[in-house]
């Protein structure tokens, strides 16, 4: 199955700044999905990121507040801009593998912002 | 995508047998049954995955009845490391992101 590497494993922000998140997969992939998971709550998918094109956002998520890079098969970036305390939460990459329909995640990204 | 619906928490004793039940009445044929596990401070990690009948892998067991419409998740001889949550998802492959329940919190206790 593909590794992932994300990073940073976590930050403590101040409001109104902006967090870059990396996410590096040791195969190419299509599609590469970005995810939020607040406090005690379950994951809810913010992009999915294609090389080469925008990033499609889910209804709530705009690109101003969470532009998305993906410059080549392997390399993503989420960034979390202006950021509020309500950012507050864990952001996780993923991708498909080890079988098909089946996903592998980042460990993700602990993110306060204070 | 097809909604799923777990039970919230469940509770176990070390070295028992947990199964874990998930509805998806609304599956559609090109649906595949995927369970996800998922420990504190980390992303959930692929378990198993189904399209019928059973499935069997070193971690867990799958069921899947003929309907299709729920399937249970088996972990035999549990231990306290598999205190964690777990999800069920439901969906075709093929890039298709992933849509998350809120899944079902195990609690095993020594």
């Known amino acids: 199955s593909a590794v992932i590497s994300q990073k940073p494993s976590r930050d403590i922000c101040q409001r109104g700044t902006s967090l870059t998140i990396q996410c590096q997969v040791d195969?190419?992939?299509?599609?590469m999905f970005w995810y939020r998971q607040q406090p005690g709550q379950s994951l809810t998918l913010i992009a999915t990121?294609?090389?080469?094109?925008?990033?499609?956002?889910e209804s709530g998520f705009v690109i101003d507040k969470f532009p998305i890079s993906r410059p080549n098969l392997t390399f993503s970036t989420l960034t979390v801009s202006n950021m509020s305390p309500e950012d507050s939460s864990i952001y996780l990459c993923?991708?498909?593998?080890?079988?098909?329909?089946?996903?592998?995640f980042g460990s993700g990204t602990r993110l306060t912002v204070v | 995508l097809a909604k799923t619906t777990q039970p919230i928490s469940m509770d176990s004793y070390e070295g028992q047998e947990v199964n874990i039940t998930c509805s998806h009445n609304?599956?559609?044929?090109?649906?595949?049954i995927t369970w996800y596990q998922q420990f504190p401070s980390q992303g959930p990690r692929f378990i198993i995955q189904?399209?019928?009948t059973k499935v069997t892998n070193e971690v867990a067991s799958l069921f899947i009845p003929a309907d299709r419409k729920s399937s249970t998740l088996s972990l035999p001889r549990v231990s306290l490391s598999d205190t964690a949550v777990y999800y069920c998802?439901?969906?075709?492959?093929?890039?298709?992101?992933?849509?998350f329940g809120k899944g079902t919190r195990l609690s095993v206790i020594a």
């Open positions: 189904g399209y019928k």
């Open positions: 998802l439901v969906g075709d492959s093929g890039n298709t992101p992933l849509v």
């Open positions: 993923s991708v498909e593998g080890p079988i098909r329909g089946g996903y592998t």
């Open positions: 195969s190419q992939v299509t599609m």
């Open positions: 609304n599956i559609a044929t090109n649906d595949y």
């Open positions: 990121a294609n090389q080469g094109s925008e990033a499609t956002y």
